[in-house]
């Protein structure tokens, strides 16, 4: 029983790890997008930068729904460049909008 217990133990550390992994991905490709978006929008590319939007959003939220199966000390840094991709995503929807630089 005891053996059993601390597989499942590893099995959870692993999955977390994997998880931790997985966020942080989707955050780089998320500031990858964002930074191509921010480009395109300086040609005039209007229909990419729309579509790099609507990823970024989209990863956005995916991230938050996945950020809550992580402990406390996995979820700083990735709130932290959570709020970062956010207000870079908000910036760059209003530049978009002709709100401003």
Same mark, same amino acid.
């Given at each position: ?66 950020? /809550? ?23 760059? /929807? ?8």
């Amino acid at each position: 029983m005891a053996d059993l217990t601390h597989q499942f133990t590893e099995l959870q550390l692993k999955t977390a790890r994997i998880r931790q992994d997985f966020l942080l991905a989707l955050l780089q490709n998320t500031f990858t997008a964002l930074e191509m978006a921010d480009f395109e929008l300086s040609i005039g590319n209007i229909e990419v930068v729309e579509k790099e939007l609507v990823h970024t959003q989209k990863a956005c939220s995916a991230i938050e729904r996945f950020v /809550a199966g992580l402990k406390p000390e996995q979820r700083s840094n990735i709130d932290f460049q959570l709020a970062h991709a956010k207000d870079r995503h908000k910036k760059l /929807a209003n530049k978009l909008r002709g709100g401003g630089h």
